[in-house]
């Protein structure tokens, strides 16, 4: 490409659209950059400390941690999956999507749900005693590097559930069906035909988990394990110390970045996708009584564990709380939490919207700008947060000095502690959610209605405001909700990035659990999850569109 | 006087297929009526495309009105060209009922000139009494009689039209290519469209151009 060429381009994009978006795309990667840049500074005198004695246990547990997850939720998700749709059997429609339902409780609030559960006092124990049972209080207990993966493992299978059966029911049927024919029986199949076919369904699903993993702060934290997240944590609120973060959190970036390329060669031979257009559903057997009871079975119990049980004992909780949680501070907090999260969803679709119009011609500049805005989707929350840290404070500094210079007295406004740096956070974190609705939007409506009322003579703008947002205004507002949602849940960066004294559902919850007032963290989780749950029903309902 | 000049006009989809257009030029005057022709997949579609700004040639220039709305450093934006174009699948706006589609480029209108040139039009492409309908409940045929409509409301100088009878019937395209070789020739416009049928070209094109080898 010659120069010429290239600035031809750009003068033939050069327009609102495209610099608004160019703008955006560099305030996200801005705080991204600070991170990497941290590298290159000279390091504090914790850091010889931290990466002397900590960081090679760090990594280790981090690696532990998320191997013995990654297999664990593999084994649930994919023999699941295979159960719903490779066999019929009574119970079978309403298990197949219920067994999403997890997903709308997040793991932090299984873990001490459940770690309570079967503490000394917990309601396992104290029945197993009422029985005459004593067990051994090493065996029963929910703690430490068993906990987090039981807790991960319940909570977090869907993602490999909902890929994996998907692409079964989709793809799968003529490699079955023919293994069949060639005499093959279930058991089998399912190691030597579904499983390596089903490969690149897994990876993917597989790859949503390690990033929980990799990212979690809350899980990891209540049961005492010692990840690279974790730590990022404890050099900020313990030693205040940005530079060392920064370095943990481009430590975090290697690891993650590891796996991504792990990910990407497992993922090589996807050329078995190539026959979608002419695949046909999967015809499920009929499993005789005894074998689909033991089926049915099977999927309740995990039901039971990864969603009945929790809430239900959650609810139990909150009865005998009630009064003490629902005050008019915590109304107040509610409040702070839907309107944070609803200023970041406007401005994230605001963003989303324009920078979907502004990429929808395809060409180099607008691949390249859509990646970049979405950037922060699959980087933790905790290294967002730490960069964002970063730039407030050297924003805080930049300010600071340009105060004085015009003569201002007193302090400035410190930048760092509003909540401007919170929604700035959630912004660059959950962009990928609204514009990747955008995205679907504009794509299944194509271009040529924009087109038409351009050769009509009315201007992009107008365009935009009467032809293409009517159109895509059911993608908008899945894209808010789905949003909005996520923000709801989010812990870490809420944690590292709000101001003092400034509390979301979340972080409450965090709160309260971490003070050994589990009880009282009950309600807000029930919210949480009960929020949670419009997601899981938006998506279900997208889902069913989508296949009609 | 010229309205569109094409000189030496290249372009491809992507760069390493072979080009769709090469080296063309093209010329058409004032208040004529040219049909294109050729076979299907040789790029009659995409020099509609060009000319009205919603492709960017790789190499050439394109004129229109003597001004130059394309060539290496200059692309003007389809709006300001004063191109109107009915495409292949007609893109009436779903969420717009016939009415709202055909006064869509009408903005420049005072209201009431507007509904006149609406009613006008809908006379032309005989469908009146269908203003209130949204376009999933209009056959194919009268999809691209309004698509037709909503092109020719604002007059724009140049009318490229694609394929624009290919859903009509024998009968009601003999009236409308007659009716609207007389509009266009009335109102001065100049009219550039692909068809797949000889009688299109007889019936209404001043002379033909044949796209490919
Ligand atoms: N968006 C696109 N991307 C890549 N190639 C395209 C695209 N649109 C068209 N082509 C290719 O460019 C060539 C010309 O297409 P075009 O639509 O201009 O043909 P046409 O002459 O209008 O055909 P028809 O008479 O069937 O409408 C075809 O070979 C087509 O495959
Ligand atoms: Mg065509």
């Known amino acids: 490409m010659s120069f010429r060429q290239i600035k031809a381009y750009i003068k033939r994009n050069l327009n609102g659209w495209w610099i608004v978006s160019i703008l955006g795309a560099a305030v996200i990667l801005l705080p991204i950059l600070f991170v990497f840049l941290s590298i290159f500074e000279t390091p504090s005198e914790h850091w010889a400390h931290i990466k002397e004695y900590l960081v090679k246990d760090y990594v280790i547990e981090t690696l532990t941690l998320t191997f013995i997850t990654a297999i664990t939720t593999t084994l649930l998700g994919v023999s699941l999956a295979w159960f719903v749709t490779v066999f019929d059997f009574p119970g079978r429609k309403i298990l197949r999507w219920a067994l999403v339902l997890p997903l709308a409780v997040p793991p932090y609030i299984g873990a001490y749900t459940y770690s309570t559960m079967f503490s000394y006092t917990g309601v396992v124990q104290v029945t197993l005693r009422n029985w005459g049972f004593h067990p051994s209080q090493d065996w029963i207990s929910l703690t430490s590097m068993r906990g987090a993966v039981v807790v991960f493992t319940l909570f977090l299978y869907p993602y490999v559930y909902l890929v994996t059966r998907s692409f079964l029911e989709r793809q799968s049927a003529s490699y079955i069906e023919n293994a069949r024919l060639l005499g093959r029986n279930g058991m089998s199949i399912f190691f030597w035909v579904a499983m390596p076919i089903c490969r690149p369904a897994i990876v993917g699903g597989l790859s949503l988990v390690v990033f929980e993993v990799l990212s979690d702060y809350g899980v990891t934290q209540y049961f005492g394990l010692q990840t690279v997240t974790t730590a990022i944590f404890k050099t900020w609120f313990g030693m205040y110390d940005v530079n060392s973060a920064m370095r943990l959190a481009a430590w975090l970036m290697v690891i993650l970045a590891g796996f991504f390329l792990i990910e990407r060669v497992l993922r090589r031979h996807r050329k078995y996708s190539a026959s979608t257009s002419k695949s046909k559903p999967l015809q499920p057997i009929k499993l005789g009584s005894v074998k689909g009871t033991a089926v049915l079975l099977f999927g309740m119990v995990v039901l039971a564990a990864a969603f009945a049980v929790p809430i239900l004992q959650l609810i139990v909780w909150a009865t005998w709380t009630y009064q003490d949680v629902w005050n008019d501070q915590f109304m107040f907090f509610i409040g702070r939490t839907l309107y944070t999260a609803a200023v970041s969803t406007v401005i994230i679709m605001l963003l989303s919207l324009i920078v979907g119009s502004a990429t929808r011609s395809r060409s180099w500049g607008s691949a390249l700008l859509s990646r970049t805005v979405i950037a922060g989707y699959s980087i933790p929350g905790a290294i967002i947060a730490i960069g964002v840290l ?45 514009y990747n609705a955008v995205e679907v939007g504009f794509e299944k409506t194509g271009t040529r209605y924009s087109e038409a009322s351009r050769l009509l003579g009315r201007s992009r703008l107008y365009t935009f405001w009467r032809v293409d947002l009517p159109l895509i205004k059911g993608a908008v507002l899945s894209g808010c909700i789905l949003t909005f949602v996520e923000i709801c849940k989010e812990l870490p960066l809420a944690l590292l990035l709000r101001p003092f004294d400034f509390e979301t559902l979340s972080t409450r919850t965090y709160q309260y659990a971490n003070n050994e007032q589990i009880h009282e963290a009950a309600i807000p989780s029930l919210l949480i999850i009960g929020i949670s749950f419009i997601s899981v029903y938006v998506l279900h309902y997208l889902d069913k569109r989508w296949e009609t | 006087m010229s309205v569109v000049d094409i000189d030496q006009l290249e372009f491809s989809y992507d760069r390493k297929s072979k080009p769709v257009i090469q080296k063309l030029c093209l010329n058409i005057e004032q208040g004529e009526i040219v049909g294109i022709v050729g076979s299907s997949g040789n790029g009659k579609s995409t020099l509609l495309r060009l000319i009205a700004g919603l492709e960017v040639p790789s190499a050439g220039v394109i004129r229109i009105n003597d001004k130059t709305v394309n060539d290496k450093s200059t692309f003007i ?3 300001h060209r004063g191109v109107g174009m009915v495409s292949q699948d007609y893109a009436l706006f779903p969420h717009m009922n016939v009415a709202s589609n055909i006064a869509f480029g009408l903005h420049r209108m005072p209201r ?43 007059r724009p100088s140049v009318v490229l039209m694609d394929e624009p009878f290919s859903s009509l019937d024998a009968e009601l395209k003999q009236s409308i290519r007659s009716e609207l070789r007389d509009i266009v020739k009335a109102e001065g416009m100049t009219c550039l469209f692909v068809t797949h049928d000889q009688a299109d070209v007889e019936d209404m094109s001043d002379r033909y151009i044949r796209l490919g080898q």
């Open chain 1, 390 to 434: 970063g730039v407030f404070l050297s924003l805080d500094q930049v300010y600071g000095e340009v105060y004085r210079l015009l003569g201002g007295k007193g302090t400035p406004v410190v930048l760092s502690l509003t909540a401007a740096m919170l929604i700035f956070g959630y912004v660059i974190r959950f962009m990928a959610t609204g």
């Open chain 2, 77 to 79: 934006q389809p709006e």
């Open chain 2, 112 to 154: 009431k000139k507007r509904q006149e040139r609406v009613q006008e039009l809908m006379e032309l492409i005989q469908l009146k009494g269908y203003e209130d309908r949204y376009p999933h409940e209009l056959s194919g045929g009268q999809q691209q009689r309004v698509a037709l409509a909503r092109t020719m409301a604002p």
